[in-house]
């Protein structure tokens, strides 16, 4: 298994489902973690578990979409730790609406969180890193729809094309730092956040696993164990890539012929 001992990161949206997975991951490899978020009590939470753990966590409530709260956060873990190594972008927001039902502030409250907000800090976290000529890595989670597309969340969808682009773009541009930046890519994850926001009801959630070839929707620490493994050395020659992680879902159902069993 793969170690980040003595290492610090950032873990934006830190305080449940896939970042708090996230973030507990990165505790057990041996990294000193700061979560991130809106909301202080989750954040205490995950702090109070990796210390039951032996770990080492800070929580810090931050809005990503301030720059000067991320610059603050990024701060405060340098200050904590003595150092900071890199960042999880995982903070984000959405809803499904048709399009043209879709309000400016719908869309700027999406796009701020997942697109700004994913700016917002890893610029933060690279300028930490140039500064002090140390290596980093970042992650920010996306989802397969940035390059697809999906009805009902455009804003969404745009935001995290945004990301891609920005972590393909920054992959070159900070090469020559030794900063790597790559994204994942999650299928349907059990978590709540998702769940109220894209399968609302008992009939909108067998719809989704329909969709999923592997049947099932994938755990919080399955994602997190793939973001311990893009921070570390392990992938030390990965940058610029999209990790999917989604069950087979983006590569569809069958369309031709009679139909295959599923089980």
Same mark, same amino acid.
Request: glycine share 12%; hydrophobic share 45%; with cysteine.
């Given at each position: 298994?793969?170690?980040?001992?003595?290492?610090a &990161?950032?873990v934006?949206?830190?305080? $449940?489902?896939?970042?708090? @997975?996230?973030?507990? *991951?990165?505790?057990?490899?041996?990294?000193?973690?700061?979560?991130v978020?809106?909301?202080?009590?989750?954040?205490?939470?995950?702090?109070? %578990?990796? +210390?039951?753990?032996?770990?080492?966590?800070?929580?810090?409530?931050?809005?990503?979409?301030?720059? +000067?709260?991320? %610059?603050? @956060?990024?701060?405060?873990?340098?200050?904590?730790?003595?150092?900071?190594?890199?960042?999880?972008?995982?903070?984000?927001?959405?809803?499904?609406?048709?399009?043209?039902?879709?309000?400016?502030?719908?869309?700027?409250?999406?796009?701020?969180?997942?697109?700004?907000?994913?700016?917002?800090?890893?610029?933060?976290?690279?300028?930490?890193?140039?500064?002090?000529?140390?290596?980093?890595?970042?992650?920010?989670?996306?989802?397969?729809?940035?390059? $697809?597309? *999906?009805p009902?969340?455009?804003?969404?969808?745009?935001?995290?094309?945004?990301?891609?682009?920005?972590?393909?773009?920054?992959?070159? %541009?900070?090469?020559? &730092?030794?900063?790597?930046?790559?994204?994942?890519?999650?299928?349907p $994850?059990?978590t709540?956040?998702?769940?109220?926001?894209?399968?609302a009801?008992p +009939?909108?959630?067998?719809?989704?696993?329909?969709?999923v070839?592997?049947?099932?929707?994938?755990?919080?620490?399955?994602?997190?164990?793939?973001?311990?493994?893009?921070?570390?050395?392990? $992938?030390? &020659?990965?940058?610029? %890539?999209?990790?999917?992680?989604?069950?087979?879902?983006?590569?569809?159902?069958?369309? &031709?012929?009679?139909?295959?069993?599923?089980?």
């Amino acid at each position: 298994m793969e170690s980040l001992a003595d290492r610090a &990161y950032l873990v934006t949206g830190g305080g $449940t489902g896939i970042g708090a @997975a996230t973030a507990l *991951h990165l505790a057990r490899l041996g990294a000193s973690v700061t979560v991130v978020g809106r909301r202080k009590d989750p954040l205490d939470a995950v702090v109070a %578990e990796v +210390e039951r753990q032996g770990g080492k966590a800070l929580a810090h409530p931050t809005d990503v979409r301030d720059p +000067e709260a991320v %610059e603050a @956060a990024v701060d405060a873990t340098i200050e904590k730790f003595g150092r900071i190594d890199g960042l999880v972008n995982n903070a984000a927001g959405n809803f499904v609406t048709p399009a043209e039902k879709l309000s400016p502030n719908g869309w700027r409250a999406v796009v701020d969180i997942v697109l700004n907000g994913t700016w917002n800090c890893t610029s933060a976290v690279a300028r930490r890193l140039i500064d002090a000529d140390r290596p980093g890595a970042i992650v920010s989670v996306i989802a397969t729809y940035a390059w $697809t597309g *999906h009805p009902g969340t455009v804003h969404s969808a745009a935001a995290k094309a945004g990301v891609v682009a920005m972590t393909r773009t920054l992959a070159v %541009e900070w090469a020559k &730092y030794g900063i790597r930046l790559n994204c994942i890519a999650p299928g349907p $994850t059990e978590t709540d956040g998702a769940g109220g926001a894209l399968w609302a009801s008992p +009939e909108d959630r067998d719809r989704v696993l329909s969709s999923v070839p592997l049947n099932r929707f994938a755990a919080p620490p399955e994602i997190g164990d793939l973001v311990g493994l893009l921070l570390s050395d392990r $992938t030390a &020659y990965v940058t610029g %890539e999209v990790l999917t992680a989604d069950g087979g879902q983006w590569l569809g159902r069958q369309i &031709y012929g009679p139909p295959l069993p599923t089980h």
